[in-house]
């Protein structure tokens, strides 16, 4: 496993566990109180696979793009900016 695939699986994995304990409170909550932190853990989830997300792409761009590197570099950074924009906007 190379250095970005481990910082994939991390990401990953921390959102796993932060998802099973999402479920965890939402399903024992029985007070209000515990919303805020609910939405505040699973906007932590959004963002660790938000990145994970990015970086799974980005490593596949780089390994499967070849031919003329002007036209590759303008190309990974279009996809890149159009996921981006997309994450940004909630799609």
């Avoid at 007070?31 to 959004?46: G, R």
């Amino acid at each position: 496993m190379n250095k970005e695939q481990k910082k994939v699986s991390i990401a990953l994995k921390k959102a796993k566990t932060s998802l099973e304990k999402i479920i965890e409170k939402v399903e024992l909550a029985d007070e209000e109180k515990d919303c805020f932190e609910i939405v505040q853990q699973n906007l932590a989830v959004i963002g660790l696979l938000k990145s994970a997300n990015l970086s799974i792409l980005e490593t596949h761009l780089n390994t499967c793009i070849s031919g003329n590197k002007s036209k590759d570099k303008k190309f990974k950074q279009d996809i890149l900016k159009i996921i981006k924009t997309a994450q940004n906007k909630g799609y």
